[in-house]
């Protein structure tokens, strides 16, 4: 007899039992890596319209809030999330059903006094949005190198117009999103501060309201930063352009049957999104504290003012 003889038939189909549990476990890794792959093509707008949402003069809302009021007012994150997603895919099928922009459909089905009255207070809110913006960053890059922050601020704008004129939106689109995952260094903060993960815990679960004026105006702040008009008009316009970015692709009220995989799609996109964005706002508010408000009272440059400005009007 052999030596092949030898081998019971049990032994056989154990060692390619082995081989196929061997040949899955090779497997999984590259599968799992195509999964996140996937799952990545399926985030756009919803990822970056959460992205923008921290932006710098929110950041400084989330910041003075928790400087303030610590995690007392942690709880504002859980609490506003199921709303700001469901405001959110609202916006995005309205744009991706019609083809149209939240503004291009006020056109078609309200009076003209009232898409003008709308967009003229967006201009404003997000005039004065944006200058805070621009002007955080200008400050940020005179506190790390020096120089003339009015002459970073004028950079910053002439660069963002000519990235927004000249790369395709499909380019454009893909470097924004890539780019959210920098927010990710505030979420870092958490390993650098000391926390009272007690305090923390009850601050996120246990809702704490107080009527005081300063409190209630902070609240609003949280509130109105994180749900903001302009991410409704942003999502919904992202849609249409990715939209039209694709030859192929038509509103789906003229292709109804793509639309229980569309509505899908951005149902993921806008859930994991906001939920980014929330995550983000949260560990923001968590590690600040009370000292670095009295830091601040000193001297303001133009930039911090008007960021300042900003948050305070977010507030009324």
Request: one cysteine or more.
């Amino acid at each position: 007899m052999t030596q092949e003889d030898s081998i019971s038939p049990k032994a056989v189909v154990s060692g390619s039992g082995n081989r196929e549990v061997t040949s899955r476990l090779q497997l999984t890794p590259p599968k799992l890596i195509a999964w996140f792959g996937r799952f990545l093509r399926r985030l756009g707008p919803g990822l970056v319209t959460g992205a923008a949402d921290d932006d710098p003069s929110g950041i400084a809302t989330y910041a003075q809030v928790g400087a303030q009021f610590g995690p007392s007012m942690l709880w504002t994150m859980p609490f506003v999330y199921p709303f700001m997603a469901a405001i959110q895919e609202i916006s995005a099928r309205l744009g991706r059903v019609t083809g149209r922009g939240i503004a291009g459909n006020m056109r078609h089905f309200y009076p003209v006094w009232m898409l003008y009255l709308t967009v003229a207070l967006l201009v404003v809110a997000n005039t004065i949005n944006i200058g805070a913006d621009i002007g955080a960053m200008g400050a940020a890059v005179n506190l790390l190198v020096g120089g003339p922050a009015h002459l970073y601020c004028v950079l910053f704008a002439l660069i963002s117009v000519a990235l927004q004129i000249r790369i395709p939106y499909k380019s454009y689109s893909a470097i924004l999103k890539w780019l959210t995952f920098s927010l990710f260094a505030y979420v870092g903060t958490i390993f650098v501060v000391q926390i009272n993960w007690t305090e923390v815990v009850r601050g996120t679960f246990v809702p704490t309201i107080s009527l005081e004026k300063e409190y209630l105006a902070a609240l609003i702040a949280v509130l109105g930063t994180t749900i903001s008009p302009y991410l409704l008009f942003w999502q919904s316009g992202e849609e249409v352009e990715q939209m039209e970015s694709e030859p192929k692709e038509d509103p789906l009220k003229k292709v109804p049957q793509q639309a229980p995989e569309e509505f899908k799609r951005i149902k993921i996109d806008t859930y994991v999104g906001m939920a980014f964005s929330n995550l983000v706002a949260y560990f923001i508010i968590l590690p600040r504290r009370r000292r670095f408000i009295h830091t601040e009272k000193q001297t303001l440059t133009v930039p911090q003012r008007l960021l300042k400005r900003s948050v305070r009007s977010r507030a009324h």
